[in-house]
């Protein structure tokens, strides 16, 4: 049976080629280019944190993850993998207060925040890795 790798990429730019932003944009025009600099690191702290919370989600893959959802609603799942937009995750094993479900799609805009167990390679030990929505 073959492994499904997931996919990490940025949104296509508005020029249909790019995988960025555009400086012509109405909305950077409204920022002005008075803070450039401010803006620069601006740009250069979402761009890791974006790639920080990228490489959580593929940390995720396969692991038991606990969900807590409105509600005050939780439950644990193993992480599959989430689309493109990062609106959708998809699950297996989902435990709810209801039963167990074999495959779902836990849409993102219900959930508050979930944990894991991130393992360090180098010293065998795990650490919870907690992200909130």
Request: proline content about 7%; aromatic content about 6%; glycine content about 6%.
């Amino acid at each position: 049976m073959d492994v499904p790798v997931p996919i990490i990429r940025l949104p296509r730019g508005p020029d249909g080629i790019s995988r960025g932003f555009d400086l012509n944009s109405p909305r950077y025009q409204d920022r002005g280019c008075k803070d450039c600099k401010e803006l620069k690191q601006e740009q250069k702290a979402r761009t890791v944190m974006r790639e920080q919370y990228l490489r959580s989600l593929l940390a995720m893959v396969g692991q038991p993850v606990c969900f807590t959802m409105y509600e005050k609603v939780t439950v644990t799942a193993c992480f599959g993998s989430s689309d493109i937009d990062i609106l959708n995750f998809q699950v297996s094993d989902l435990q709810t207060p209801l039963g167990v479900q074999r495959e779902a799609l836990l849409r993102c805009p219900d959930i508050i925040s979930y944990t894991f167990q991130l393992s360090l390679p180098h010293t065998g030990s795990q650490q919870e890795h907690k992200v909130t929505c």
